[in-house]
């Protein structure tokens, strides 16, 4: 489709436009307005006297003047929600303090001072989770970003290094374990059955990374000794009853140090490390200094009660919080602008450990897919931005795939240019330069470049301009002479009509049709907006293999026949070019078909190509099953539209099921066959066993595409004999879309079998609310309605309406009753928890890119969000660039 045909302007409700207040502006926050700290904080003492209803904080800083800061007489301590009960410097109670907005202003004379001060919070009504808060009875914090100012009165921002020292009294019946960041120094009993403890950690640290746990836990405790011969002693805190779930978690822990040493000669640098999973938490989990806190979904694991990918997410989020604590926290961020500093390189780094723990060829795969899924509409959306962004209103809209997993890709991409060694030498340079300290993307980029041996000067680019770069292939074949030319193009994004072109590093191979086999791979860089690269060799026209291991993160542009991606999905050497041919089958097909360019002929070409590229997986005895089980993953919807300017969403759904259902029935008994050999795989963790429970849901699948009434007796069948939840849930998730009688049945015995277990009864939420089936909006207000729906919860709220909001049918409704779904959890859960309701903004904001009638219907629920005048900083920039 072309760009003219965009979306017409949405007709404009006037009801409400008219009604509301002109809405507050959010004041923008410049990354070249940076300026470094007037005052340092070499010291803190906070004393805490813990309740759920009311906490007690006395906070004594240690203040000095920066050498390098503006001279000011004014100390500036960030707040938010809070208020100052007494001031006190250098000893005496002062009044002459002010407020500026949410932040406390305090007069200092002199070079260096104590300045103290009071504050009280109310844990348990803090609902937004961020700062202090109370979950199940427990207490416990957040505060990356923004939330120390939630507790306390601080310079909050994350180049003001301070060591801290925390005392802590509680009762001793309702918190009997207390926990801090670095090691308990003290503890002692107290009057009323009150108990205490003293907690100090020796590294310097930004109040980001600050915590406190507080409550009634038991820990998973084992030793680690380090490379260095430091004893490590290292505790996994949950809630009484949960203690079984936590072995998986232990060992990728374990797994975690020491694979750091290994792999990036990074040792650990205190003598106890905590974790603590906690119910009600906004993210995955924060990496605070020597005391981990986690969402309870990345820690808690067995067999009876989590899926294979679940484990895979749990080692995951254990590597990236521990590796953070040399990339974020040795070396943290001097900003918020930098944040790609610590969670780019990190999630690199927990990508490269879970490929060496797993199957690296899977890995890969698995997360270019949650780019492609996450990431791509981001960046050619209205809320693009730079991996580095420019400014924003509110940082915690910027934990984003772009600043995480596009960030990961940029520096994956100087790994490739540099080859592992020289990377290696690379962040070992950056690691010994900027130990300590609060650095930049650019600190990061010089150490590579220096240590590695790198020009990046260009590269750089890749930092400061958003969009996915496309790439353009052409391959001409003329006598004996090959001749690759690539085109590359950055589309503008906002606030960026002009880009350049960026390195774009490949790895491709030049297959020769007569042999079958490719004479070496190679890596070119296209630089320039075009180039063009030789080869000789070649009879005929080779078979080329581009972007092997996806090298680079764009998109491509390379129509080719279905006959040279049918070669390259059987016998590609490289895995992820091998899914890739796959994928390219299908999205060809596919985005023919939603556009009208598929006639009956092409129709029933294409269909065979993507049959026989099927049945071949399906049989090929070289695959393993998780391989095999990537390779049968069809395209998701969203990937789909992004392969269109103007996307119908309901003409990719029709579409893209249509071909499961064919394929269901063609490739029918080489699928019940595949179906039946992994059901008889005995459990396991090994490779073998998750490959026959991945295969066995992927054949499921398409089995009831193909023959529902088969697929529902098999899903019920799998249902029944399931010993995992893997088995379970695949089988609960294809009875989910099916209108049998067996949905109901099965529906019903999950959730009495699995009530009281908070992350299965989530699952029990997201499967429905993820369902293909006809009355899946009915099926999701029901759900909205039920008793173990809260509105508190994240894990709840993201179960039910994530998954709403990423299922085609029940959000692209075509009346528009799922945008309005989403439009009114906005309104209701931003008073909540804004942080939390911002998330579900993106997906409204694509309406630029769907079609005209479903476009009006999301813009006007954009606009019904806007006219709320008491929004939230993180609602109303989300809402309010996305209507822009
Ligand atoms: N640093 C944490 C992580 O790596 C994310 C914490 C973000 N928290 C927030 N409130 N935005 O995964
Ligand atoms: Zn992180």
């Given at each position: 489709?072309?760009i003219?045909?965009?979306?017409a302007?949405p007709?404009?409700?006037?009801?409400?436009a008219d009604?509301?207040?002109p809405?507050?502006?959010?004041?923008?926050?410049?990354?070249?307005?940076?300026?470094?700290?007037?005052?340092?904080?070499?010291?803190?003492?906070?004393?805490?006297r813990?309740?759920v209803?009311?906490?007690?904080?006395?906070s004594?800083?240690?203040?000095?003047?920066?050498?390098?800061?503006?001279?000011?007489?004014?100390?500036r301590?960030?707040?938010?929600?809070?208020?100052?009960?007494?001031v006190?410097?250098?000893?005496?109670?002062?009044?002459?303090?002010?407020?500026?907005?949410?932040?406390?202003?305090?007069?200092?004379?002199?070079?260096?001072?104590s300045?103290?001060?009071?504050?009280?919070?109310n844990?348990?009504?803090?609902s937004?989770?961020?700062?202090?808060?109370a979950?199940?009875?427990?207490?416990?914090?957040?505060?990356?970003?923004?939330?120390?100012?939630?507790?306390?009165?601080?310079?909050?921002?994350p180049?003001?290094?301070s060591t801290?020292?925390?005392?802590?009294?509680?009762?001793?019946?309702?918190?009997?374990?207390?926990l801090a960041?670095g090691?308990?120094?003290?503890?002692?009993?107290?009057?009323?059955?009150?108990?205490?403890a003293e907690?100090?950690?020796?590294w310097?640290?930004?109040?980001?990374?600050?915590a406190?746990?507080?409550?009634d836990?038991?820990a998973?405790?084992?030793?680690f000794?380090?490379?260095?011969?430091?004893?490590?002693d290292?505790?996994?805190?949950v809630?009484p009853?949960?203690?079984d779930?936590?072995?998986?978690?232990?060992?990728?822990?374990i797994?975690?140090m020491?694979?750091?040493?290994?792999?990036?000669?990074?040792?650990?640098d205190?003598d106890?490390?905590?974790?603590?999973?906690?119910?009600?938490f906004n993210?995955?989990?924060?990496?605070?200094?020597?005391?981990?806190?986690?969402?309870?979904?990345?820690?808690?694991?067995?067999?009876?009660?989590?899926?294979?990918?679940?484990y895979?997410?749990?080692?995951g989020?254990?590597?990236?919080?521990?590796?953070h604590?040399?990339?974020?926290?040795?070396?943290?961020?001097r900003?918020?602008?930098?944040?790609?500093?610590?969670?780019?390189?990190?999630?690199?780094?927990d990508?490269?450990?879970?490929?060496?723990?797993?199957?690296?060829a899977?890995?890969?795969?698995?997360?270019?897919?949650?780019?492609?899924i996450a990431q791509?509409?981001?960046?050619?959306?209205?809320?693009?931005?730079?991996i580095?962004?420019d400014?924003?209103?509110?940082?915690?809209?910027?934990?984003?795939?772009?600043?995480?997993?596009k960030?990961?890709?940029?520096?994956?991409?100087?790994?490739?240019?540099?080859?592992?060694?020289?990377?290696?030498?690379g962040?070992?340079l950056?690691?010994?330069r900027?130990d300590?300290?609060?650095?930049t993307?650019?600190?990061?980029?010089?150490?590579?470049?220096?240590g590695?041996?790198?020009?990046?000067?260009?590269f750089?680019?890749?930092?400061s301009?958003?969009?996915?770069?496309?790439?353009t292939?052409e391959?001409?074949?003329?006598?004996?002479?090959?001749?690759?030319t690539?085109?590359?193009?950055?589309?503008?994004t906002?606030?960026?009509?002009?880009?350049?072109?960026v390195?774009i590093p490949?790895?491709?191979?030049?297959?020769?049709?007569?042999?079958?086999?490719?004479?070496?791979?190679?890596?070119?860089v296209?630089?320039k907006?075009?180039g063009?690269?030789t080869?000789?060799?070649?009879?005929k026209p080779?078979?080329?293999?581009?972007?092997?291991?996806f090298s680079?993160?764009?998109?491509?542009?390379?129509?080719r026949?279905?006959?040279?991606?049918?070669?390259l999905?059987?016998?590609?050497?490289?895995?992820?070019?091998?899914?890739?041919?796959?994928?390219g089958?299908?999205?060809?097909?596919?985005?023919?078909?939603v556009?009208g360019?598929?006639?009956d002929?092409a129709?029933?070409?294409?269909?065979?190509?993507i049959?026989?590229?099927f049945?071949?997986?399906?049989?090929?005895?070289?695959l393993?099953d998780l391989?095999?089980g990537?390779?049968?993953?069809l395209?998701?919807?969203?990937y789909?539209?992004e392969?269109l300017?103007?996307a119908?969403p309901?003409?990719?759904?029709?579409?893209?099921?249509?071909?499961?259902?064919w394929?269901?029935?063609?490739c029918?008994?080489?699928?019940k066959?595949?179906?039946?050999?992994?059901?008889a795989?005995?459990?396991?963790?090994?490779?073998?066993a998750?490959?026959?429970?991945?295969?066995?849901?992927?054949?499921?699948?398409?089995?009831?595409?193909g023959?529902?009434?088969?697929?529902?007796?098999?899903?019920?069948a799998?249902?029944?004999?399931?010993?995992?939840?893997?088995?379970r849930?695949?089988?609960l998730?294809v009875?989910?879309?099916?209108?049998?009688?067996?949905?109901?049945?099965?529906?019903?015995?999950?959730?009495?079998?699995?009530?009281?277990n908070?992350?299965?009864?989530?699952?029990?939420?997201?499967?429905?609310?993820?369902a293909?089936?006809?009355?899946v909006?009915e099926?999701?207000?029901?759900?909205?309605?039920h008793?173990?729906?809260?509105?508190?919860?994240?894990?709840r709220?993201?179960?039910l309406?994530?998954?709403a909001?990423?299922?085609?049918?029940?959000?692209?409704?075509e009346?528009?009753e799922?945008y309005?779904?989403?439009g009114e959890?906005i309104?209701k859960l931003?008073p909540?928890n804004?942080?939390?309701a911002?998330?579900?903004v993106?997906?409204?904001g694509?309406w630029?890119?769907?079609?005209?009638?479903?476009?009006?219907?999301?813009?006007?629920?954009l606009?019904?969000?806007?006219?709320?005048?008491?929004?939230?900083?993180d609602?109303?920039?989300?809402?309010?660039?996305?209507?822009g």
């Amino acid at each position: 489709m072309d760009i003219a045909s965009r979306p017409a302007e949405p007709v404009e409700n006037t009801q409400i436009a008219d009604a509301a207040p002109p809405p507050q502006a959010p004041p923008v926050i410049h990354r070249e307005d940076y300026l470094p700290p007037a005052w340092l904080i070499p010291q803190v003492l906070l004393d805490f006297r813990l309740g759920v209803d009311a906490t007690h904080v006395v906070s004594t800083l240690s203040v000095t003047r920066n050498p390098e800061g503006n001279g000011t007489s004014t100390l500036r301590l960030n707040g938010d929600q809070i208020a100052p009960l007494a001031v006190r410097v250098d000893g005496r109670e002062v009044n002459d303090w002010r407020l500026d907005g949410p932040d406390l202003l305090v007069e200092l004379t002199g070079e260096a001072h104590s300045v103290e001060v009071e504050t009280a919070v109310n844990p348990a009504a803090n609902s937004q989770l961020m700062g202090l808060y109370a979950s199940n009875g427990m207490l416990c914090t957040q505060c990356e970003a923004e939330g120390f100012r939630r507790i306390t009165f601080f310079p909050d921002r994350p180049d003001v290094l301070s060591t801290y020292s925390v005392k802590m009294r509680g009762d001793k019946a309702q918190f009997p374990v207390l926990l801090a960041n670095g090691n308990c120094t003290a503890t002692g009993e107290g009057e009323d059955g009150t108990h205490w403890a003293e907690w100090h950690d020796p590294w310097p640290k930004p109040s980001y990374l600050f915590a406190l746990v507080a409550g009634d836990l038991v820990a998973n405790h084992d030793t680690f000794t380090t490379m260095g011969g430091r004893k490590v002693d290292l505790n996994i805190w949950v809630r009484p009853g949960d203690e079984d779930r936590t072995q998986h978690a232990m060992d990728s822990l374990i797994n975690s140090m020491k694979w750091d040493e290994e792999a990036f000669g990074r040792e650990y640098d205190l003598d106890l490390f905590n974790i603590v999973a906690v119910s009600d938490f906004n993210m995955g989990a924060m990496e605070n200094k020597g005391l981990n806190v986690f969402n309870t979904r990345y820690v808690l694991a067995d067999p009876e009660t989590a899926t294979d990918a679940d484990y895979d997410a749990v080692e995951g989020v254990i590597g990236h919080e521990y590796f953070h604590n040399w990339s974020g926290n040795r070396v943290t961020c001097r900003d918020w602008f930098q944040l790609s500093l610590k969670e780019g390189f990190t999630v690199l780094r927990d990508q490269m450990f879970s490929a060496d723990m797993g199957s690296a060829a899977v890995k890969r795969i698995e997360d270019v897919r949650v780019l492609r899924i996450a990431q791509f509409p981001e960046d050619s959306g209205p809320l693009a931005h730079p991996i580095r962004p420019d400014s924003y209103q509110e940082i915690s809209n910027f934990y984003t795939a772009t600043v995480y997993n596009k960030g990961a890709e940029v520096i994956r991409m100087m790994r490739t240019m540099a080859g592992p060694e020289r990377f290696r030498a690379g962040t070992d340079l950056y690691f010994a330069r900027h130990d300590g300290e609060a650095a930049t993307c650019e600190d990061f980029v010089k150490a590579i470049e220096d240590g590695a041996g790198l020009d990046l000067t260009q590269f750089r680019l890749w930092y400061s301009q958003a969009g996915t770069p496309q790439l353009t292939v052409e391959l001409d074949h003329d006598g004996a002479r090959t001749t690759l030319t690539l085109t590359q193009a950055v589309p503008a994004t906002p606030g960026q009509p002009e880009k350049q072109p960026v390195p774009i590093p490949l790895r491709i191979a030049l297959y020769d049709r007569d042999t079958g086999a490719h004479s070496g791979e190679q890596l070119v860089v296209l630089d320039k907006d075009t180039g063009s690269f030789t080869f000789d060799g070649f009879a005929k026209p080779p078979v080329l293999s581009i972007n092997r291991g996806f090298s680079a993160p764009v998109a491509i542009d390379f129509a080719r026949a279905n006959e040279d991606l049918v070669f390259l999905a059987a016998h590609d050497d490289d895995p992820f070019a091998r899914y890739e041919a796959m994928q390219g089958l299908v999205v060809q097909y596919l985005v023919a078909g939603v556009s009208g360019r598929l006639d009956d002929a092409a129709r029933t070409e294409g269909r065979a190509a993507i049959g026989a590229a099927f049945a071949a997986v399906i049989d090929d005895p070289e695959l393993d099953d998780l391989m095999r089980g990537e390779l049968m993953i069809l395209p998701a919807e969203t990937y789909l539209a992004e392969q269109l300017l103007v996307a119908d969403p309901g003409a990719i759904h029709a579409e893209r099921e249509a071909l499961k259902a064919w394929l269901g029935s063609e490739c029918g008994e080489g699928l019940k066959a595949l179906h039946d050999r992994a059901a008889a795989v005995p459990y396991g963790r090994d490779a073998a066993a998750r490959g026959a429970r991945k295969i066995k849901t992927q054949a499921l699948t398409l089995i009831a595409a193909g023959d529902p009434a088969e697929g529902a007796r098999r899903a019920l069948a799998q249902y029944r004999a399931a010993d995992t939840m893997t088995d379970r849930q695949g089988a609960l998730m294809v009875l989910a879309s099916l209108d049998a009688p067996e949905r109901a049945e099965a529906l019903a015995d999950f959730h009495q079998r699995y009530t009281g277990n908070a992350l299965v009864i989530d699952k029990w939420f997201s499967l429905q609310g993820s369902a293909f089936h006809p009355e899946v909006l009915e099926h999701i207000k029901a759900l909205a309605g039920h008793g173990d729906f809260t509105m508190t919860n994240p894990n709840r709220v993201r179960a039910l309406y994530m998954a709403a909001a990423s299922n085609p049918v029940a959000f692209h409704d075509e009346g528009g009753e799922g945008y309005r779904m989403i439009g009114e959890l906005i309104r209701k859960l931003d008073p909540v928890n804004p942080q939390t309701a911002a998330r579900f903004v993106p997906v409204l904001g694509r309406w630029r890119r769907i079609e005209p009638v479903r476009a009006a219907l999301m813009r006007a629920e954009l606009e019904r969000i806007a006219a709320v005048p008491t929004l939230s900083r993180d609602v109303r920039e989300q809402v309010t660039k996305s209507l822009g």
